[in-house]
């Protein structure tokens, strides 16, 4: 056995686990059952969840491999009972059908804007296409992913919660 | 729950060797990419493990007189987003750029790529075109060897046992004086393996875009049961202007490759996709040849 530390959605764990366990094992045994075991192999994206703010496949990585780390889930999205602004949108948008892929993809799509925020980059000059790449590595068998991409076109179009917190406190 | 047999996390890479050293079956896992797939449908070859997952003396990327050396667990990720690596070796980041989907790129590395030995991994035919060197640490010692040579057939490479990939070496393109490019033709934009993948670096006799062939190097993946130069179609088009070499190109090709026939593609259809793709890529790097040179003119004359 082994024992680790991390974060999971803000909250500092101590755990001893199997070193044979997944990621996706060790989140699951948390009770965590947003994160979604669809293929297990790396091709679908349901187990979608961030490391340091990186999405990556929970299935395809040891749990070993999240000592020291910080480990976010969609259950950690919501704040005081409110949907994060990328969960509104993707409500707002209707992009959930059987909400299978969903939690994986509102992950991705965290982390995408998140991305495109510290890169600087205007919305106005994202492309569906670009959106469509950086969400290749989630499948979604219900809604045709036109909806998708307007979930995450109108997350990127909100104000960044980041920059309106330096505002609020500006003198 | 993965069905590892022994599981060892070394805390540095001397006693990662030494661990793989005392087990002939152990394997080295960086991003577990590939392994953990093959541990998921059954394959009995990955129960060893000698995890070397965030080794600090594999990581990072730094630049020495013009020659890039990437750490062995860079993940292709990180390779995208490198400033140094976008300068140095353009080539490979049009190649990371077709690799799986952004939560693959994000844990697989390039040490992986190169190590797993397959015929279809995308990093291959840009690090044959530049020429890479492999700096490689075991219980013998280090050595540094070239890429090419390194593959021997699927999934077989000249690892000697308990031997880690430490680093890439890649000399600048500039340096090199090649203009490249590479795609990669699969059946999705994204998330596929490639059905073919092609890789050229081009540089001219003088600078205009058709002017003549002093060197061409052509690199292909998936047209042989290992990644491959293609020595005679290199020699070939030397000499030659480009219009005429692309056709030597052509000409020369077969004896270079030999495509397998699959579910993905037929051998015949391969070879097309070969011809075809190899000479939209000596195309487009004569191109970006020609426009770098110009733009090294003005700078000289500014
Ligand atoms: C869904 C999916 C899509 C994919 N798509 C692509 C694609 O489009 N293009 C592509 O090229 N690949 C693709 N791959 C394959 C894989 O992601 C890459 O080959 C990756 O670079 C492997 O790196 P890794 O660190 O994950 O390797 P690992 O799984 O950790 O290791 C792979 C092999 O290399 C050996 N190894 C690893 N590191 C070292 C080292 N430093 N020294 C010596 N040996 C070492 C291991 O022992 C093992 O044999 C895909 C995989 C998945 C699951
Ligand atoms: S379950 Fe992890 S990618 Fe499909
Ligand atoms: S909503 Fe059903 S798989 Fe996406």
Redesign the interface.
């Known amino acids: 056995m082994l024992t680790l530390s991390c974060t999971i959605n803000d909250r500092p764990h101590e755990l001893t686990i199997d070193p044979r366990s997944s990621l996706l094992d060790l989140l699951r045994n948390q009770g965590l059952t947003s994160v979604k075991q669809g293929c297990g192999v790396g091709e679908c994206g349901a187990c979608t969840v961030l490391v340091d703010d990186t999405a990556v496949n929970a299935c395809l990585y040891l749990a070993a491999w999240v000592h020291g780390k910080r480990i976010r889930t969609v259950e950690g999205e919501v704040r005081d009972g409110c949907l994060s602004p990328v969960q509104q949108a993707y409500v707002d948008a209707g992009a959930v059908q059987c909400g299978f892929c969903t939690p994986g993809l509102i992950m991705t799509t965290t982390a995408f804007v998140q991305s495109c925020r510290e890169q600087g980059r205007d919305p106005e000059d994202i492309t569906p296409e670009d959106i469509r790449r950086a969400h290749a590595g989630n499948l979604c068998r219900c809604t045709g992913y036109e909806t998708i991409v307007q979930a995450v076109r109108q997350a990127l179009e909100q104000p960044d919660p980041s920059k309106m917190d330096t505002e609020s406190t500006a003198p | 729950?993965?069905?590892?047999e022994s599981?060892h996390?070394p805390q540095s890479l001397t006693d990662a060797v030494a661990l793989l050293a005392a087990n002939p079956f152990a394997r080295p896992m960086a991003g577990?990419?590939d392994i953990?797939?093959r541990l998921?449908?059954g394959h009995k070859d990955y129960a060893d493990i000698v995890?070397i997952?965030?080794l600090p003396e594999l990581e990072g990327m730094s630049a020495d007189r013009g020659e890039l050396r990437i750490g062995s667990g860079t993940t292709f990720?990180a390779l995208m987003t490198s400033s140094l690596a976008t300068r140095l070796a353009p080539m490979l980041i049009e190649a990371a750029g077709w690799v799986?989907?952004?939560?693959?790129r994000?844990?697989a590395t390039i040490g992986g790529n190169i190590c797993n030995g397959s015929a279809c991994a995308d990093s291959a035919a840009p690090l044959l075109v530049l020429n890479a060197h492999l700096d490689l640490i075991g219980p013998e010692g280090q050595r540094l060897i070239p890429l090419r040579g390194f593959h021997l057939g699927p999934g077989r490479v000249e690892r000697r046992p308990g031997e880690i990939l430490r680093s890439v070496r890649i000399k600048s393109e500039q340096d090199q004086g090649l203009g490249t490019a590479y795609v990669k033709y699969s059946m999705r934009?994204?998330?596929d393996i490639a059905t073919i993948g092609c890789g050229a670096g081009v540089r001219l006799r003088d600078d205009q875009s058709n002017g003549i062939v002093d060197e061409l190097r052509l690199a292909f993946t998936v047209a042989a049961p290992t990644p491959v130069r293609c020595p005679t179609a290199e020699a070939a088009a030397r000499g030659l202007p480009l219009s005429q070499a692309v056709k030597a190109v052509a000409e020369a090709l077969d004896q270079d490759v030999s495509p397998r026939t699959s579910w993905r593609a037929a051998g015949d259809f391969r070879m097309h996709i070969i011809r075809t793709l190899a000479e939209r890529m000596i195309r487009t790097a004569a191109k970006r040849f020609a426009s770098s040179a110009a733009n090294h003119q003005e700078a000289r004359t500014c």
């Open positions: 729950m993965y069905a590892f599981y996390r577990g990419t953990l797939v998921r449908e995890d997952h965030g990720a799986a989907g952004p939560q693959i994000n844990t934009q994204a998330m």
